[in-house]
């Protein structure tokens, strides 16, 4: 696993005023395929830099294969070393599985619950399924998200391949996973939202 500390500040932060901003995820957040320094956690890290985001440090707790029930599981681990804020982007190996929408919202409910005790803002990005499941599915899991996202009162990114999809150049040689141009594309269309999450963490 790639854990990224980036610590993004024009001039020296007063201690204890950078934002630790944990993102928890599958291989979309880890970087499968691709250089250290192309994956979505270093590419968002820049992106936030340039845009002016206050001093954050930006943990990479995606983990390739990774389910909602896996990452269910490792949630207090994942924030063991403490949090300010959370990415939660899971639901990918879920679809690619088949696993029942009703077990991958229950994940994701126990997870939104967890960091709602915590106190800490969170950015759930979504996942799509694909038509071949057949509509009944397709509906009942990608309805998760946005349901979720305002039962639970977070930011939403809908769908994490949002604007990339369809398009063969933007993905590495397996169709599934972006390439490094393609996370850019992801980056630049998420970095509002996580800007506007490192400000909810209060900083």
């Given at each position: 696993?790639?854990?990224?500390a ?5 001039s020296?932060a ?10 928890i995820?599958?291989?979309?957040t880890?970087?499968y395929?691709?250089e ?18 206050p ?29 300010d ?6 639901g ?6 088949g696993?029942?929408p009703a077990?991958?919202?229950a994940?994701?409910?126990?997870m939104?619950?967890?960091?709602a ?9 979504g996942?799509?399924?694909p038509a ?5 599915y ?10 979720l996202?305002e ?6 990114d809908?769908?994490?391949?949002a ?6 150049a933007l993905?590495?040689?397996d ?5 490094a ?8 269309r998420?970095g509002?939202?996580?800007l ?8």
């Amino acid at each position: 696993m790639l854990v990224l500390a980036a610590l993004l500040a024009a001039s020296p932060a007063p201690a204890g005023s950078v934002v630790r901003l944990v993102v928890i995820g599958d291989s979309l957040t880890a970087g499968y395929g691709l250089e250290q320094d192309d994956g979505l956690v270093p590419q968002l890290g820049r992106w936030l830099e340039a845009n002016g985001a206050p001093p954050v440090e930006l943990v990479n707790m995606g983990v390739s294969g990774d389910t909602t029930a896996g990452g269910r599981a490792r949630l207090g681990w994942a924030l063991a070393e403490g949090a300010d804020a959370v990415i939660l982007a899971l639901g990918g190996n879920d679809v690619l599985r088949g696993i029942d929408p009703a077990e991958s919202r229950a994940n994701l409910t126990a997870m939104l619950a967890d960091l709602a005790g915590r106190g800490l803002p969170v950015l759930l990005v979504g996942m799509a399924a694909p038509a071949n499941y057949g509509p009944d599915y397709k509906r009942a899991f990608d309805s998760i998200y946005p349901t979720l996202a305002e039962e639970y009162g977070t930011l939403l990114d809908p769908f994490i391949l949002a604007g990339i999809t369809g398009n063969p150049a933007l993905f590495q040689e397996d169709g599934l996973h972006p390439n490094a141009e393609g996370v850019a594309r992801i980056v630049r269309r998420m970095g509002p939202l996580v800007l506007d999450l490192v400000e909810r963490a209060g900083r």
